[in-house]
Structures are given as structure tokens and as C-alpha cells.
């Protein structure tokens, strides 16, 4: 199982996979906005993305949770 | 000091120090995992040399390291392994003097040195005696450091003093089933209490992704051995710029042979950037269309914002440096900045030169960077840059911000030479960025269904003003607007041109 979590404080621009997605090594999970740039949320290792812990619109700081995978 | 060939055995004590009486019998092959090598340590510098040409420069005895010449793809090398067979590799006296040895050797040739590390640390029995000959070989490494390259690989565990001799080198090869830790589980479990085992305590995925002390994880003992090789090559056999390889005539009667073939290399570098400046990319592609080959990725997992590599531009070494905005948008943070730092100085003592590749929108913001010392960290990479005298070539590809423009070898650090594509953003902030500083008390006033209409027109007229790339050419910050096809040869050529120089300073790991 692997948490995937925030490197740095964003907006959450857009969700572009769901819960239940299989993802592989590199897939982008999330899109967040910051310092003017669409920076993608990557999947760091395959599996089942089990649980997704934001929407588009939230606020997320560095460190917080974004999706689980197993 | 002997130079003996590798089927004499001699049965001396390197350095004087207590040593069971039986050397160790010649190791029958241990049935083993897929590219895992011999436990022999003259078996392991046998695969680490050119076929034929190893020379022992210690004896193969009980001390628990051999120390031995020969060479790689024909340059001369110098390396040393610990014997895991005895006492689980610890080094006494003896075993430290003969990777003493191999030093005093790598520093009379010049050569490149390579330590092959399975050792539980200092010898217990010899208490102060091997602590004092573990001291030695930390000053040896000292004093070769930024004088030859030093190479370590990692094949089993290195705990305590055999952890901190491969840190003390410029770089790092951990294979699949090393370890490095200062103390390990059993310790750890008593101190703290924390049960881990060996793998996440210092294995490939802490080191290659928290810690930093690994440049490069391999698959197999096979495969780290082999990165070792490569990595001596580029440091060691740098070769000299061949511009036949880039000047565009050439390359262009190569388009077009290619393409009778029918294949399609005609991309220019630049399209490896997406049409929105706003979108992310991973830069490894472009890095790898500009180098000759793929080349060396060092550090990938670590600090992935900025990539460093080691490779060859019209023949020569190059080291490469590149914001890589998939990760973190490209921002330089402490991390990233100290990687960097490190990756310049070790260039510049080796005499390797720099392109560095900037798209950035600056240094990362936040309570976490500054604590984490970001601008401790981020200097480092500010004198690193400042005190290379290697030809240190930059490209800006999209944009450089601020802080990070001025970090990212610019003109005012004393880059040889500094390239812009076409459309390139050079400035304090973004526009826009900028105005809503600069306009605050204006925009205040503005009703809000006219405010993206009037930062638009302030945000044109800022950068105007403030003149962008052009502003930036006439200023001399940047030398030439270049068209992207033409980046190799303009990259090669510059090196070429420039005076071939060589920092004279160690390489502190940073």
C-alpha cells in the first residue's frame, strides 16, 4: 500500500482518476495548481487506487494525503 | 608496495596488525540470485576490471580487503574490496592499509578508484586499533577527494565505518541487496525501540528516495558493477568535443538518411515542450535528445525537481542540470538545490563540463522550506556555480524566475555562455505576478468584473518595461537567442571555445 501526499501547497485543479482506477508507475492521478503551473500528482508505484482524498477546488498543504493505493 | 599478479597469493599481513593465521580458502561459487557475483573479493575486482588485466597491489590474505590495479574499457583503474568471508567483512588495521594501499596508488596514477563494499564496520576484537585504520581510510578519501574519481559500490550490507567511507566518495552505486546504515536493527531496537529490518532501514528505497546517499540503485551486483565502469569512463576518459558530431549539416545529412529509412527524427528539441506554458513536462526526454545517448541519471529518485546527468555531448563527458517542472513544478527547493550543488562541484574537480537546462518558476515557497533551510541549502548552490571554472554552458528552454533565474548558472555567477529558445520568460516574477505587486493600490480599486481585463493591459505593459528576452540580450545577461535545431552545436560549440578548465578543491559531500 502506498500513500501518495501532497509535495507542496496547491489547489487541486483537476481529479482526472477514480477510486477503483488500476494505475500504473507514472499515471497521473491529480492535477494541482500551483505557483502558476499544472504540476500532476504520479502514481509511484502499480496497483488498485483504492481511496482519493480530494476534489477539484480544495486547498492541499505539503504533506497532506491525496490518494491510497494498493 | 608489491605489485603482484592476481594468481600469486601472499601470505603477509598487509599492515602488521593481529590476523587469524588461515587465509581464506578460494571460495567455491556460491549458487546465487540472478547477477549476484562470487563473495570473493578478488572475484568481485575480477568482474569489475577488463579481462586479463588485474594486478593485486596487496595480498589476498585474512586481512579482509584486497587492493588491486588494472583496467577499465583500457583506462587504468584502481580499486579495493572488503571480504564478507571473513569476520563479515570488518576491517582491522590490516585490511584498512591495503585500502590505504589502493589510495596511494589511485593518487601516483591518477587514476580513478573504486571500493567494493560488504563490511560490517571496524573490527571489534582490535577495539581502538581498528577504529584508528577505519580514521586512515576516511583521511585517504579526503585528501584523493576532487584529485581522482572515486566510485563506491555497495553489494552487502556497510554498516557504521564501511558506511560513512562510501559517503566520504563522489559517487554512490548501491546494489539491490546492500545495505547502509551507521547502526543497525539490533541497535537501533534497543535505543529507540523503532523494529525495522535491514532493507528499510538502509536499503535501496530509503537511500534512494529520503536520504540521498545513493546516486544510483542497480538491479544486480552484475548491473552495479557495470554502472561503476560507466561512471569511471565518463570521469576518467572525458574525451574532447567532435563538432563533425553536431554541426547541422551533418545532422541534417543524418535526418535525411534516417528518414529514407523511414524513420522520423526530425523533431526539433523544443517540441518536447507542451503548448501551454503553464503545463507540466518531464524533461529526461529533451535531456536525452541533447546528450549523444541516453546517459547517467544520477540521484532519480531523490529530489526529482532538478535532474542531474552524467553523459556525452559530441564525445565529451557533460554533466547536464534541469529543472524538470513535472515534479514540483520545476521549483529549485533546499533539496534539490544541495543535489545540484554537490553534481557542480564534483564536475568542476574532475574537469567535467556543465549545461544546465532552466525552466523554473522559482524557489518554492513555505514555512517547510525555510525551516528546512532553504536558503542555508540554496546557497550552497549559489557558490558552487559562482567558484566552477569549468565551461558551464545554460539554456534557458521556457522560463527562470527570480532567485532560481540567478541560481541556475547565470551570467552574474559567471556562466561561459547563456542560450534562450525563442519566447523564453527571463524576469523577477511573471508578469502578471508582478503587476498585482507593483499595481496593488490600483487593482484595489478595480471593480472585479474589469480586474482580468486591466491586469492584462498592466501585465503588457510591465513587460514592455521590463523588456523581457530582448531587455535580457541587450543587457548581456543573455548571449543569443538560438534556434532550437541548433542547440547541440551551440551547446558543443561553446565548450569547445571555451578554455578547459578544472576546479581546484575536494568534493565535500555536500
Known sequence: MSDIRAEMVANVWKVVATEGDQVQDGDTLVILESMKMEIPVLAETPGTLTKLHVAEGDVVQEGDLIAVID | ?510
Open chain 2, 1 to 510: 608496495m608489491t605489485v603482484l599478479d592476481s594468481r600469486t597469493r601472499v601470505d603477509e599481513a598487509a599492515g602488521g596488525g593481529p590476523a587469524p593465521a588461515q587465509p581464506p580458502a578460494a571460495t567455491p561459487p556460491r549458487p546465487s540470485r540472478d547477477g549476484a557475483l562470487s563473495r570473493d573479493p578478488e572475484a568481485r575486482l575480477q568482474a569489475l576490471f577488463d579481462p586479463g588485466t588485474v594486478r593485486l597491489l596487496t595480498p589476498h590474505d585474512a586481512s579482509g580487503a584486497v587492493a588491486a590495479t588494472g583496467q577499465i574499457a583500457g583506462t587504468v583503474a584502481v580499486a579495493f574490496a572488503s571480504d564478507p568471508r571473513v569476520q563479515g567483512g570488518a576491517l582491522g588495521i590490516a585490511g584498512c592499509a591495503a585500502i590505504v594501499a589502493a589510495y596511494d596508488e589511485a593518487l601516483a596514477q591518477g587514476a580513478p578508484i573504486i571500493g567494493l563494499w560488504h563490511s560490517g564496520g571496524a573490527r571489534l576484537r582490535e577495539g581502538a586499533e581498528s577504529l584508528h585504520g577505519v580514521g586512515l581510510v576516511f583521511a585517504a578519501m579526503t585528501h584523493a577527494s576532487g584529485v581522482v574519481p572515486q566510485i563506491s559500490v555497495v553489494l552487502g550490507p556497510a554498516a557504521g565505518g564501511a558506511a560513512y567511507g562510501p559517503a566520504l566518495t563522489d559517487l554512490v552505486i548501491l546494489s539491490e541487496q546492500g545495505r547502509i546504515f551507521v547502526t543497525g536493527p539490533d541497535v537501533v531496537r534497543s535505543v529507540t525501540g523503532e523494529d525495522v529490518d535491514m532493507a528499510r532501514l538502509g536499503g535501496p528505497e530509503p537511500h534512494s528516495r529520503r536520504s540521498g546517499v545513493v546516486h544510483l540503485v542497480a538491479p544486480t551486483d552484475q548491473a552495479a558493477i557495470q554502472s561503476a565502469r560507466e561512471l569511471a569512463q565518463l570521469l576518467a576518459g572525458q574525451s574532447a568535443v567532435d563538432l563533425s558530431k553536431v554541426r547541422l549539416d551533418t545532422v541534417q545529412d543524418e535526418i535525411m538518411r534516417l528518414e529514407s529509412r523511414g524513420r522520423d527524427i526530425t523533431r526539433s528539441p523544443a517540441d518536447h515542450l507542451p503548448d501551454s506554458p503553464r503545463r507540466a513536462y518531464d524533461v529526461r526526454p529533451l535531456v536525452c535528445d541533447l546528450l549523444d545517448g541516453p546517459g547517467i541519471e544520477l540521484h532519480p529518485r531523490w529530489a526529482p525537481n532538478l535532474v542531474t546527468v552524467l553523459g556525452r555531448l559530441a564525445g565529451r563527458s557533460v554533466g547536464v542540470i534541469a529543472n524538470n517542472p513535472l515534479r514540483l513544478g520545476g521549483c529549485l527547493d533546499a533539496t534539490s538545490a544541495e543535489k545540484a550543488a554537490r553534481f557542480v562541484r564534483m564536475c568542476d574537480a574532475f574537469g567535467v563540463p556543465l549545461i544546465v537546462l532552466v525552466d523554473t518558476p522559482g524557489y518554492l515557497p513555505g514555512v517547510g522550506q525555510e525551516w528546512d533551510g532553504v536558503v542555508r541549502r540554496g546557497a550552497k548552490l549559489l557558490h558552487a556555480f559562482a567558484e566552477a571554472t569549468v565551461p558551464r554552458v545554460t539554456l534557458v528552454t521556457r522560463k527562470a524566475f527570480g532567485g532560481a533565474y540567478i541560481a541556475m548558472n547565470s551570467r552574474s555567477l559567471g556562466a561561459t555562455k547563456v542560450f534562450a529558445w525563442p519566447g523564453a520568460e527571463v524576469a523577477v516574477m511573471g508578469a502578471v505576478a508582478a503587476i498585482r505587486i507593483l499595481h496593488r493600490r490600483t487593482l484595489a480599486d478595480v471593480p472585479p468584473e474589469r480586474l482580468h481585463e486591466v491586469e492584462a493591459e498592466l501585465a503588457a505593459e510591465h513587460q514592455r518595461e521590463s523588456g523581457g528576452l530582448e531587455r535580457a540580450r541587450s543587457l548581456g545577461v543573455i548571449d543569443d537567442i538560438i534556434d532550437p535545431i541548433r542547440t547541440r552545436e551551440a551547446i558543443a560549440r561553446a565548450i569547445a571555445e571555451a578554455p578547459q578548465a578544472r576546479g581546484s578543491h575536494g568534493n565535500i559531500p555536500l
